[in-house]
């Protein structure tokens, strides 16, 4: 499994981007099984934390600093994962990194995409 992080940049405060995750080299049945695919970032000094998750069920959970501000979906059929970030704040800046946790295979990780909001 591949997983390549997409989007980001540099945004305003205030402002909003949105974020894609692309699985390649896992057929399709794979990526609708029974799985979870997550958002996390990692800022300078900090510890990789979790932003957002998504079940291939749909269910979802946040982490309490962007609840109301970042939503999380999937597009199965384009086995793709999403997060669209809004009212953004400095301190959501962060490499922002996606991953797949299959049963299987494993956790597979993407390789990261640079946030950075300016105040």
């Known amino acids: 499994v591949q997983l390549q992080a997409s989007g980001g940049g540099l945004v305003e405060a205030g402002g909003s981007t949105r974020l894609s995750c692309a699985a390649s080299?896992?057929?399709?049945?794979?990526?609708?099984?029974?799985?979870?695919m997550g958002w996390y970032r990692q800022a300078p000094g900090k510890q990789r934390e979790l932003v957002a998750r998504?079940?291939?069920?749909?269910?979802?959970n946040y982490a309490d600093s962007v609840k109301g501000r970042f939503t999380i979906s999937r597009d199965n059929s384009k086995k793709t994962m999403y997060l669209q970030m809004n009212s953004l704040k400095p301190e959501d800046s962060a490499i922002y990194f996606c991953?797949?946790?299959?049963?299987?295979?494993?956790?597979?990780w993407g390789q990261g995409t640079q946030v950075t909001v300016s105040s």
């Open positions: 991953n797949l946790d299959l049963p299987r295979e494993g956790i597979s």
């Open positions: 080299r896992i057929i399709l049945s794979t990526f609708i099984s029974f799985n979870n």
């Open positions: 998504i079940s291939s069920g749909g269910t979802i």
